[in-house]
Nanobody, 119 residues
Framework: QVQLVESGGGLVQPGGSLRLSCQASGTIFSINTMRWFRQAPGKQRELVASITSGGSTNYADSVKGRFTISRDNAKNTLYLQMNSLKLEDTAVYYC?????????????WGQGTQVTVSS
């Protein structure tokens, strides 16, 4: 059974940093694009950052220059380094991946990890 499991969330003060991880497990032939989304209370889920299998990245304007998405293909792991955190970064962060798991590309979501920025 393929699954994505996030970790690294928590409570941090404004200006602080956190590093999120997303571990893909199960029978995986390859991993295509991976993304981080977030959803704040009362708001729609939004795309935060994307990274292709080749390492090309894209970011939402609200996090450019503060967040860095990366991946370790050997470990099937996705990361999100979040620096200079702001109150408005508070949300549940979700990992999303396009994985080749049985010779077909399928999409998977993690269960989410809470990030709370508060003084």
């Amino acid at each position: 059974q393929v699954q994505l499991v996030e970790s690294g969330g928590g409570l941090v003060q404004p200006g602080g940093s956190l590093r999120l991880s997303c571990q893909a497990s199960g029978t995986i032939f390859s991993i295509n694009t991976m993304r981080w989304f977030r959803q704040a209370p009362g708001k729609q889920r939004e795309l935060v950052a994307s990274i292709t299998s080749g390492g090309s990245t894209n970011y939402a304007d609200s996090v450019k220059g503060r967040f860095t998405i990366s991946r370790d293909n050997a470990k099937n792991t996705l990361y999100l380094q979040m620096n200079s955190l702001k109150l408005e970064d508070t949300a549940v962060y979700y990992c999303y991946g396009i994985l080749n798991t049985d010779s077909r590309l399928r999409t998977y979501w993690g269960q989410g990890t809470q990030v709370t920025v508060s003084s």
